[in-house]
Antibody, heavy 121, light 113 residues
Framework: EVQLVESGGGLVQPGGSLRLSCEASGFSFSSYSMTWVRQSPGRGLQWVSSIIGSGGGTDYADSVTGRFTTSRDNSKNTLYLQMNDLRAEDTATYYC??????????????WGKGTTVTVSS | DIVMTQSPDSLAVSLGERATINCKASQSVLYSSTNKNYLAWYQQKPGQPPKLLISWASTRHFGVPDRVSGSGSGRDFTLTISNLQAEDVAVYYCQQYYATPPAFGQGTRLEIK
């Protein structure tokens, strides 16, 4: 069974840092792009970042560029999102999702249950 | 950036009837080299993550019932749910994956009348 399990969310003060993880199982992890999508309370879905199968290419939303870094360890079947200089507007549930292909122009065919990040003093 | 706009924002439909949700892209998501529309639909039930329903504008994902269908091309797309069931209560999102940043519509909330 294909499964994605996020972890690492929590309460952090403005300006703080947090690293999210997404452990994958049930598929050949390195063969697929992976994406982070977030959803603020009561709001819609917002794409955050994507990374190709090898980890050699990443894209970011303008709102997180320079503050967030997406990486992956294909030996551990794990995706990461390093979040620095966190702001109140980063408060959201963060989902990791599997892309349908190795590289770009991918839809998301499997989603994790999400991990919640709250930025507040 | 491509902007996705859904209509309506919410709708209420009687059990057994048809629900229609529209999605309009600010520019075409039809890729000429593949002749495919890079458009997906997702369903999100309360307290759950999104779930893929449709890719390539009209291809149902595994396990999605055939009363759920997608249509359209270029900039205009439709998600149709026939014979509405109570389990269809959810928020539905369209998403373009033609260009970066991939963008979602604002969502359409579907309720039972």
């Amino acid at each position: 069974e294909v499964q994605l399990v996020e972890s690492g969310g929590g309460l952090v003060q403005p300006g703080g840092s947090l690293r999210l993880s997404c452990e994958a199982s049930g598929f050949s992890f390195s063969s697929y792009s992976m994406t982070w999508v977030r959803q603020s309370p009561g709001r819609g879905l917002q794409w955050v970042s994507s990374i190709i199968g090898s980890g050699g290419g990443t894209d970011y939303a303008d709102s997180v560029t320079g503050r967030f870094t997406t990486s992956r360890d294909n030996s551990k079947n794990t995706l990461y999102l390093q979040m620095n200089d966190l702001r109140a507007e980063d408060t959201a549930t963060y989902y990791c999702a599997k892309g349908n292909n190795y590289g770009g122009k991918a839809y998301m065919d499997v989603w994790g249950k999400g991990t919640t990040v709250t930025v507040s003093s | 950036d491509i902007v996705m706009t859904q209509s309506p924002d919410s709708l209420a439909v009687s059990l057994g009837e048809r629900a229609t949700i529209n999605c309009k892209a600010s520019q075409s998501v039809l890729y000429s080299s593949t002749n495919k529309n890079y458009l997906a639909w997702y369903q999100q039930k309360p307290g759950q993550p999104p779930k893929l329903l449709i890719s390539w504008a009209s291809t149902r994902h595994f396990g999605v019932p055939d009363r759920v269908s997608g249509s359209g091309s270029g900039r205009d797309f439709t998600l149709t749910i026939s014979n509405l069931q109570a389990e269809d209560v959810a928020v539905y999102y369209c998403q373009q994956y033609y260009a970066t940043p991939p963008a979602f519509g604002q969502g359409t909330r579907l309720e039972i009348k």
